[in-house]
Nanobody, 119 residues
Framework: VQLQASGGGLVQAGGSLRLSCRASRRIVSFSSMEWYRQAPGKQREFVAR???????NYALSVKDRFTISEDDANNSLYLQINSLKPEDTAVYYCYAIGLCPGSVCGNYWGQGTQVTVSS
C-alpha cells in the first residue's frame, strides 16, 4: 500500500491550502484515514481522522479551521486548511489503517508534504 501526499506549499498567515493523499488501494480498504504533522524540533502529532463510517475527529488546535474528507472515486484523502497560522508550519503526513483481516491489514504512512506559513 502506498500513500502519496501533495498540496503543501508556502502561504501567508490567514491563507488556505488543500492537502491531498492518494492511496494505491480503494478508500473502503481502510478502517481509518488520518493526517498528522511534525513541526521542526517537535514530535509528530495527530491532526484529523475520518473513520470508515464517516465520523471525524480533530485536534483541538485545528478544530473549526481544518476539514478532513475523502473521495472514494479517486482513492483520495483531503485536508482543507483555512485561516493558516505560523504555528501550522510542519510536514503533514497521511496515515491509513487497513481493515483486518484482509490483504490491506496494517498501518501505512505517506511521505509527507511541507506546509510553511509566513507571518
Amino acid at each position: 500500500v502506498q500513500l502519496q501526499a501533495s498540496g503543501g506549499g508556502l502561504v501567508q498567515a490567514g491563507g488556505s491550502l488543500r492537502l491531498s493523499c492518494r492511496a494505491s488501494r480503494r478508500i473502503v480498504s481502510f478502517s481509518s484515514m488520518e493526517w498528522y504533522r511534525q513541526a521542526p524540533g517537535k514530535q509528530r502529532e495527530f491532526v484529523a481522522r475520518v473513520r470508515s463510517g464517516g465520523s471525524t475527529n480533530y485536534a483541538l488546535s485545528v478544530k473549526d479551521r481544518f476539514t478532513i474528507s475523502e473521495d472514494d472515486a479517486n482513492n483520495s484523502l483531503y485536508l482543507q486548511i483555512n485561516s493558516l497560522k505560523p504555528e501550522d508550519t510542519a510536514v503533514y503526513y497521511c496515515y491509513a489503517i487497513g481493515l483486518c483481516p484482509g490483504s490491506v491489514c496494517g498501518n501505512y504512512w505517506g511521505q509527507g508534504t511541507q506546509v510553511t506559513v509566513s507571518s
